[in-house]
């Protein structure tokens, strides 16, 4: 490792910091035995031995020091499939605090009939003030108005200058949030005028329903119909179409949650072709799996019902090679919160009123550490690029966040790599009744977090709470970079 890449120095003034001594800095490209220099709320120092001066000492002996996690697709406060997912911007941003992660992106979604404008202005509402961490926004976009859709680009340009460098295009949920191929193309045509990312759900929503009907007329109700429902190759069509559109329309593009060998495939084609094409998995796909959590059996699979659905077994360890040779490029958690109770339930006698998504923007850096890294499936380099620097560079955020540097946001993760944890909902600030881990073992789990220079996390002395303000969280304004791929 060229020791300039972490040993560098950023001019603040002088002013007395909080000084992290005797861990290893873990940066993805490169690990060392270093200080880190905190003052006010960046990082103003990585170095051999930082000179302690009237700096005060966190130790880190025996912890490595990394940049907090960044979770690229979360969904706060969404009204969906008849009710509100579960978590606010408070318990939500806290609840990914506690497990390490310090920065997520969240989406505004538009509402046919409206404007991105009033999307934007609904989700800082819910947002601001509220917000414990930092946050961004991608916009869902839904309608682009009347006639050309020239109303609609405009507002594309307007949202870049906010802050807001990714459209976010369903080809999923017909009637709610689905768009035609048309709407998708002008969208990815602007988006590459603009520079700006788009990111795909990528399932052939039409096709999916068609099958949906036809398993409800058979008297299919229960949660696994959901998961026979929504065919791997509806999401491997939707990945290659998605693809290639916008491989015509010269955007870059980002596949959001994808979950199978037969979508990772055409990914990789079009890779290999050319396109401008990232894409991420989730938490959920590369460790749960059809034939474990919804075999047919039972109401209790309903909390395993999300989109893409679970899928069999062998397609974990295609996604696993993937994330390590770089087809794919981040690990997000599409954390999307529903109680078990009270909201899983509108879908008892049918599968397609369970309201669809799972909760897990806590666990994320535990189960990709204990299953990525300490089954020897990721380099701890790989774990920090994959869950912290890549989010930051594809998000247009990287000269702010995501790498312990000199100069970044000071967004630092104290990992614990020797610490055991057992997961559960008893135990966690999720706002669901169930873990999707449940009394799951983990090795591994954040010791200390802090946010832009505070302390906002202390597993080691108080487990479990967050330490910070309410609404402390800012909203980050990030650069439209085509998801560093220009
Ligand atoms: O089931 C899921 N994933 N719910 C959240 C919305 C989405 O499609 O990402
Ligand atoms: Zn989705
Ligand atoms: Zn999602």
């Known amino acids: 490792m060229p020791a ?6 950023y001019d603040v003034g002088g002013a007395m910091g909080t000084l992290i001594k005797n861990g290893t800095v873990m940066n993805s490209d490169g690990s060392g035995k270093a200080d880190v220099l905190m ?17 005060t000492i966190v130790d880190a002996s025996n912890l490595l020091v990394m940049p907090g996690g960044i979770d690229v697709h979360t969904h706060l406060d969404m009204p969906f499939g008849g009710t ?3 978590d606010d911007y408070t318990s939500g941003t806290q609840a990914a605090a506690i497990g390490g992660t310090t920065m997520l992106i969240d989406f505004a979604l538009q509402s046919q009939g409206h404007t991105m404008r009033e999307a934007f202005d609904t989700w800082r509402k819910k947002s601001d003030n509220k917000a414990c961490i930092d946050f961004s926004l991608h916009m869902a976009v839904t309608d682009l108005g009347p006639g050309d859709g020239a109303q609609g680009l405009r507002e594309m340009e307007e949202m870049v200058a906010e802050g807001i460098s990714s459209f976010k295009l369903f080809m999923a949920y017909p009637g709610v949030l689905m768009i035609d191929d048309g709407l998708m193309f002008r969208v990815m045509q602007k988006a590459a005028k603009l520079n700006a990312l788009c990111c795909i759900h990528a399932e052939n929503g039409s096709a999916i329903d068609i099958v949906v009907a036809q398993m409800l007329a058979e008297g299919k109700t229960a949660p696994h119909y959901h998961a026979l429902s929504r065919s791997p190759k509806a999401e491997a069509e939707a990945t290659h179409r998605s693809i290639a559109l916008a491989d015509m329309a010269g955007a870059a593009v980002y596949i959001v949650h994808l979950s199978n060998a037969y979508a990772l495939d055409n ?3 079009m890779q290999k072709r050319g396109a401008r094409a990232l894409a991420e998995t989730c938490t959920q796909y590369l460790v749960l799996s059809l034939e474990d959590q919804m ?3 039972s109401w209790d699979e309903a909390k395993f019902v999300f989109t893409p659905p679970l ?7 295609p996604l696993w090679n993937a994330l390590k040779d770089g087809s794919l490029s981040v690990v997000s958690t599409d954390h999307c919160p529903f109680r078990f109770a009270d909201q899983k339930s509108l879908g008892r006698e049918n599968f397609a009123r369970i309201p669809n998504g799972g909760p897990g923007v806590e666990n994320r850096l535990q189960i990709i ?44 993760l104290l990992w614990d790599p020797n610490a055991d944890y057992t997961i559960s909902a008893a135990t966690q600030r999720m706002a669901t009744d169930y873990s999707m881990f449940e009394g799951w073992k983990v090795k591994g789990n954040a010791a200390k977090v802090f946010s832009r220079g505070e302390l906002v996390v202390d597993n080691m002395s108080q487990p479990g709470k967050f330490l910070g303000t309410t609404g402390r969280g800012r909203f980050v304004k990030r650069e439209a970079n085509a998801g560093g791929l220009a």
């Open 4 to 9: 300039t890449r972490i040993f560098s120095e």
């Open 39 to 55: 003052e006010g709320e960046k990082i103003a120092q990585v170095g051999g031995s930082i000179d302690p001066k009237n700096h």
């Open 84 to 86: 509100v997912s579960a």
């Open 267 to 269: 990914l990789k084609f």
């Open 295 to 297: 075999p047919g059996k």
């Open 311 to 317: 899928r069999e077994k062998w397609n974990q360890e």
């Open 369 to 412: 550490w204990h299953y990525g890294v300490n089954a020897g499936r990721l380099t701890p380099e790989k774990f920090v690029e994959l869950c912290c620097t890549a989010p930051a560079r594809i998000f247009g955020m990287e000269k702010q966040k995501g790498s312990i540097k000199a100069g970044l946001d000071a967004d630092i």
